[in-house]
């Protein structure tokens, strides 16, 4: 049986959890209307979510009755059990939509990329809190933690998943950075980078080839492989000020929009809700990341705070990446909008990092 540190209910980390609860609130609502049929109002994608976002909020207990330092001696056991599960993924996946992401577990399917943006973050903690800080962190200590981050992201590319990978590397980067990345090293990664990227584009899937020259090139096939992010757009820009009004979407409801309750979501929310709407859940978003920020400036330890910094960064790079792309200022690769996309397994691991997060706030005062 849990049981909870009667010393931590008097700071429990209320406004993180609200704001938390608020935008997966907004999320199976607008599920709702993305997912609207007559005949059929409550559809199986909302019954789904919330299904998954209460099994979350068990989770997210899970996360705060165990102490994150207790967590962190199982880090390497987690992080190996995730990569498993990875290359179980490859080997015997569920396949869907053109990609291998999930292991089907009875009548259930997890995507284990999902859980591994929160593995990565907390074995890079675990490796680096004991010299985070230091004036210049030595490139040989990076050398461990850059193949840590590396072999996750190649074994979600090869699904194939690059928004995922993406994620995980970007979450990955914010430990990194926290931890006193040296600016040398940036500038260094920049050059050697700068020529590898024609060889990368070479070897990136045909679609994906497609999506990136459309995107600076978005009138070359608007029918194609430009239709996606063409639409997007009109859907936003639809919206006007005040919105066109809940389920009154045209571009949702006659279903011109692709994946509107997965990837496009936020496309959905922005023709109905207009640009107050959108600035309203932008702003929540922002008091969350800045939440998780406040949160890692005051943990009492480098562990706190590096995993606290990383797990708030992979929400943040995730829905500006996923915003970027549905409004047209990034490529589409193929990524989901934090606690308001539709997905079982992106739910429960975001609940997962919020009781994370909690975790690390509310034991800033017990030691």
């Given at each position: 049986?849990?049981?909870?540190?009667?010393?931590?209910?008097?700071?429990?980390?209320?406004?993180?959890?609200?704001?938390?609860?608020?935008?997966?609130?907004?999320?199976?609502?607008t599920i709702l209307s993305a997912t609207f049929h007559d005949g059929q109002f409550v559809s199986r994608y909302v019954v789904r979510q919330a299904t998954w976002a209460g099994i979350?909020?068990?989770?997210?207990?899970?996360?705060?009755?165990?102490?994150?330092?207790?967590?962190?001696?199982?880090?390497?056991?987690?992080?190996?059990?995730?990569?498993?599960?990875?290359?179980?993924?490859?080997?015997?996946?569920?396949?869907?939509?053109?990609?291998?992401?999930?292991?089907?577990?009875?009548?259930?399917?997890?995507?284990?990329?999902?859980?591994?943006?929160?593995?990565?973050?907390?074995?890079?903690?675990?490796?680096?809190?004991?010299w985070a800080g230091e004036a210049r962190l030595p490139l040989r200590r990076l050398l461990g933690p850059l193949a840590l981050i590396a072999v996750p992201a190649l074994l979600t590319l090869r699904q194939p998943d690059l928004g995922t990978a993406i994620a995980i590397c970007m979450g990955a980067f914010t430990v990194l950075l926290v931890a006193g990345l040296p600016t040398r090293l940036l500038i260094i990664a920049a050059l050697v980078m700068g020529p590898l990227l024609p060889y990368g584009y070479a070897h990136l899937k045909p679609y994906q080839q497609k999506r990136l020259d459309n995107f600076f090139n978005p009138q070359a096939d608007r029918l194609g492989t430009g239709y996606h992010a063409l639409q997007s757009q009109i859907a936003i820009?639809?919206?006007?000020?005040?919105?066109?009004?809940?389920?009154?979407?045209?571009?949702?409801?006659?279903?011109?929009?692709?994946?509107?309750?997965?990837?496009?979501?936020?496309?959905?929310?922005?023709?109905?809700?207009?640009?107050?709407?959108?600035?309203?859940?932008?702003?929540l978003y922002l008091a969350l990341v800045l939440r998780g920020a406040y949160i890692a400036s005051r943990a009492r330890d480098n562990l706190g705070a590096l995993l606290a910094a990383g797990l708030t960064g992979t929400i943040f790079w995730q829905a500006a990446i996923n915003i970027g792309m549905t409004s047209g200022a990034l490529p589409v690769v193929g990524i989901t909008l934090p606690f308001l996309s539709y997905g079982g397994s992106s739910m429960l691991a975001l609940m997962i990092s919020v009781g994370l997060l909690m975790n690390i706030s509310m034991r800033r005062h017990t030691f």
């Open positions: 049986m849990l049981r909870i540190d009667r010393r931590l209910l008097a700071h429990i980390e209320w406004p993180l959890l609200v704001l938390a609860l608020l935008v997966s609130g907004v999320g199976l609502v979350g909020l068990v989770a997210m207990l899970v996360a705060v009755s165990i102490d994150y330092r207790t967590v962190n001696r199982y880090a390497y056991p987690i992080y190996l059990l995730l990569l498993v599960s990875l290359v179980l993924v490859l080997v015997a996946g569920v396949s869907g939509g053109g990609a291998r992401r999930w292991i089907g577990i009875g009548p259930m399917a997890l995507q284990p990329s999902e859980f591994m943006k929160v593995g990565v973050v907390l074995v890079l903690a675990h490796v680096l809190h004991r820009g639809s919206g006007q000020v005040h919105g066109k009004g809940y389920l009154h979407g045209t571009q949702n409801q006659l279903k011109f929009l692709p994946e509107q309750h997965t990837d496009f979501i936020f496309s959905v929310y922005s023709e109905e809700w207009g640009f107050i709407g959108g600035a309203a859940l932008l702003t």
